[in-house]
Structure formats: structure tokens, C-alpha cells
């Protein structure tokens, strides 16, 4: 099957490569870009889902063009976020396998800068940057791009922003001669002025699977809550989803913190992610999310750009997100590699005239979910409390003569006559 890459175009060392990480068969993505990128010489545009091949698409052929005899930089890739970017050099490297004699470097910001620019003065044929980075290695003269013969804009719509403020300074450093390659999800107004005034008159343009966001695989649903009950009707959600992995994401800083800390206190194995933490503690909270070693992620949408995790089972909108954009990237971050996925999305009353319009947008379809009825949340909520209870760890400092004045309140008691006096105590105090 892995002779479908070879068809493309591409060498046997990297047909090789793909063969080693179970990569096979092109998706459409890639079976459009690669020979494009390969054998011709316009700009170009590539439309595409989240979680469908991109980098790959980008990728593969970028590796086969360069020139190894050349100790230039020769590729450029821009993305939004520092972990985007250590995904990409990760894959990059999978993919240059059998080619050790191509080196690669990222140089994001959120990370100290003087072991970047130990980096630079090295042989780099490829650097993968966060453009607010490169703009700094620019005005210190320590990076030269003078020479670069590809310009890489991926998840162009997530960087909209910085490339406004940006774009002309890093594009003053490029040699005119160069081929430009954006890659996005989605195709707003501003990125359709971007490609106006950064990309060639000549640009061929692809798109795959545009005709609904995602993967095939997710299920769009969407629940309406009262604001004083949307906590509660989280936690029963996220219990019934022991076990799986997801990720909630919400607008705010605060809105992430908040929420992180009510999961902590209910023992949900979680952790938060949000552009004000350092950066050793994202990639840190990231690293434990990949391996497994915590099941929810509590992001902001920025924060979450980059994670790559096949078994995420589902999505949750604990705010409803501001843009169509922002949805189709959210939601394409569970379905992946064939799988399949939730996206719920929570609401209030007063938000339910929008989902029309995101089905009419995106071309899907949310079908609602019903809420709890009362007697299924206080439940949850008793079992929730009954988890504390268990995971909490005991007190070994407390006085040995104190501890056994306790136990002997309840020495009488059997096991099952505690449970029921503890429960019965709860569910009193929480009428």
C-alpha cells in the first residue's frame, strides 16, 4: 500500500519512513498536494480539515526539494504556537528517517532564546517558527533567510493577527524568488487579503474534504443549561466518560483556571494549558496528556494549537466559541486518524438561535442532548463526593492519641453501617 506515496512522487527512503510509523495511505490532502508541490513552481494553497495530513502534505515533498549540497536555510515554516511547532519537528524528523543528513530546528518563542541562536549558527536546512520568534532573530541578525527558497504559512487562520503585524518585516528578509505554501482549515476574508498581498498572481489552490468540518467520524451535540447548573451537568457528562480522553476548552484565562481547579477538587485526572503558564509547565501538562498520565485537558483555544493525540474521544464547548474558525479547530481535535468522536458544545437558552447558523456555515448537523433530570446530577454529585472521599490521602501528622479518639466514635460500626451513616450525613447537608 505504502507504494501509493511512491505514485506521488516521493523517494523510497521516505516511502520507508512512512512504512515505520504506520503511515500508508495518502490521504486526500496529500494526494493532491504532493505532486503539486513537487513539480511545480507557483505559490500555493492547500484547504483542509484539522487532523487530515497537513503536515505531511507540506512536509514530504519539502524534504525530497532540498538542496543538501547548500548549507543554507532553504525552508521557513511558520505556525501559531510553540507546541504546533514541536509537533512539526517531530513528524519532520519521523519523516527524514533514512536522511540524516538533513537537520532541522524550531525556534518558537516561550522558550529562552540564546540556546536558539546557539542552534542557528549550525547547518539548518529546515526552521520551524512561531513568527513572533523569527521576528526577534531577525532585528538580532542572528538567523539569515536570505536564501530561503520555501515560505510555509500553516494554520495560516490561527495566526491572521501576528501575520498582519509581521508578515512585512519577515518577508523583507526573503529573497523575492520563493514559493510560498499556506495551509488552513478555514478560508476567512483576511486570509483571502494575506494570499492577495503575500503570494504570486499565479497560485494553485486544492481543498480536501471541505464540505463538512472534521472528520465524518464526529458527532455534533449540543446541551442547554441554566448558568447555576452548567458545573454540575459538566461533571455528570465527564463521569459518564471515565477512562476516555478530551478536552475542554474555554474562551478565558480565568474561565481555564477556574474550571481546572473544580475538577481537582472533584479528582478528575486533569490538568490546564493557557498562554499565561511558562513554558516548561504547558509542555510539561502536554507531555502528560500524550502519554496518557492524565484524561482531560481544560485549554484555551490558542494553547491547544498543536496537540496531535489519536485517542481523544471527545470535545466539550464549555463556551460557545466566536467564530465558525474556531469551532472547525476545537472540534478537529478528537476524530482523528479514522476514529470516532464527540463535539458537545454547552449552552444557555439565549445561545440556541446560533446553532443554526453554525450548521448552516459548516454544513452539519447538531442534534441535542438531553439534560439530566435532578435526581441523576445529585447522584453524580454523591458519587463525585464519595471519589474525594476515597482519593483523598490519609493524614499522617495528626496526633496518634486524637486519631483514636475518633476511632473510637465509630469502632461499633461496621463497614456497611459507616457508609450508610456518612451518605446519610451528606445528602443532609446538601438538600
Known amino acids: 500500500m505504502s507504494k501509493q506515496f511512491a505514485d506521488l512522487g516521493i523517494s523510497k527512503e521516505i516511502v520507508k519512513a512512512l512504512t515505520d510509523i504506520n503511515i500508508e495511505n495518502p490521504t486526500e490532502i496529500q494526494s493532491k498536494a504532493i505532486p503539486i508541490i513537487l513539480n511545480e513552481t507557483h505559490d500555493f494553497v492547500g484547504l483542509a480539515k484539522t487532523g487530515t ?48 543528513e538533513i537537520t532541522i530546528t524550531s525556534v518558537c518563542g516561550g522558550t529562552p532564546i540564546k540556546p536558539q541562536i546557539e542552534q542557528l549558527k549550525d547547518v539548518n536546512h529546515i526552521v520551524i517558527a512561531t513568527p513572533g520568534r523569527l521576528i526577534d ?60 498581498n503575500y503570494m504570486s498572481k499565479q497560485v494553485t489552490q486544492v481543498s480536501a474534504n471541505m464540505e463538512t468540518i472534521g472528520n465524518q467520524g464526529i458527532e455534533h451535540q ?27 476548552f474555554c474562551k478565558t484565562k480565568a474561565a481555564v483556571n477556574k474550571l481546572a481547579k473544580n475538577l481537582a477538587i472533584n479528582r ?51 463556551h460557545l466559541p466566536d467564530t465558525f474558525e474556531t469551532y472547525v479547530h476545537r472540534s478537529g481535535r ?16 439565549e445561545e440556541v438561535s446560533e446553532i443554526p447558523l453554525f450548521e448552516k456555515e459548516l454544513g452539519i448537523k447538531f442534534n441535542l442532548m438531553n439534560k439530566p433530570n435532578a435526581n ?49 450525613n451528606y445528602l443532609l447537608q446538601n438538600k
Not at 91 to 97: D, I, Y
Not at 174 to 181: E, I, S
Not at 276 to 300: C, K, W, Y
Not at 392 to 421: A, C, Q, R, S, Y
Open 334 to 349: 478528537t476524530a482523528r486518524a479514522g476514529a470516532k468522536g464527540l463535539s458537545l458544545t454547552v449552552i444557555q437558552n
Open 137 to 196: 532573530l531577525i532585528q538580532r541578525k542572528a538567523i539569515n533567510i536570505k536564501e530561503t527558497n520555501y515560505l510555509v504559512l500553516d494554520e495560516a487562520d490561527e495566526m491572521v493577527t501576528v501575520l498582519k503585524e509581521g508578515l512585512d518585516e519577515i518577508v523583507s528578509e526573503l529573497p523575492k524568488k520563493r514559493r510560498t505554501l499556506l495551509f488552513s482549515a478555514t478560508m476567512p476574508g483576511p486570509i483571502k487579503q494575506l494570499i492577495q
Open 53 to 100: 495530513g497537513k503536515t505531511a502534505a507540506f512536509g514530504l515533498p519539502l524534504l525530497q526539494l532540498l538542496d543538501l549540497k547548500s548549507n543554507a536555510i532553504q525552508v521557513v515554516i511558520l505556525v501559531p504556537t510553540r507546541e504546533l511547532g514541536q509537533q512539526i519537528l517531530s513528524n519532520f524528523k519521523q519523516f527524514s528517517k533514512y536522511l540524516p
Open 376 to 424: 441523576s446530577i445529585e447522584e453524580n454529585n454523591t458519587l463525585l463526593w464519595a471519589k474525594q472521599i476515597f482519593k483523598t490521602k490519609p493524614n499522617h501528622e495528626l496526633d496518634p492519641e486524637f486519631k483514636n479518639k475518633i476511632k473510637t466514635v465509630f469502632h461499633h460500626l461496621t463497614k456497611e453501617e459507616l457508609i450508610e451513616k456518612l451518605l446519610a
Open 222 to 248: 449540543y446541551i442547554v443549561v441554566e448558568p447555576i447548573e452548567k458545573l454540575d451537568i459538566l461533571m455528570h457528562f465527564l463521569n459518564s466518560k471515565e477512562g476516555e480522553r478530551g478536552i475542554i
Open 268 to 318: 478528575f485526572s486533569s490538568g490546564a494549558i493557557h498562554g499565561s503558564l511558562t513554558q516548561p509547565i504547558r509542555d510539561r501538562i502536554m507531555g502528560q496528556f500524550r502519554e496518557g498520565h492524565i484524561n482531560i485537558l481544560v485549554a484555551t483555544d490558542l494553547a491547544a494549537r498543536g496537540i496531535d493525540v489519536q485517542e481523544i474521544s471527545y470535545v466539550v464547548n464549555y
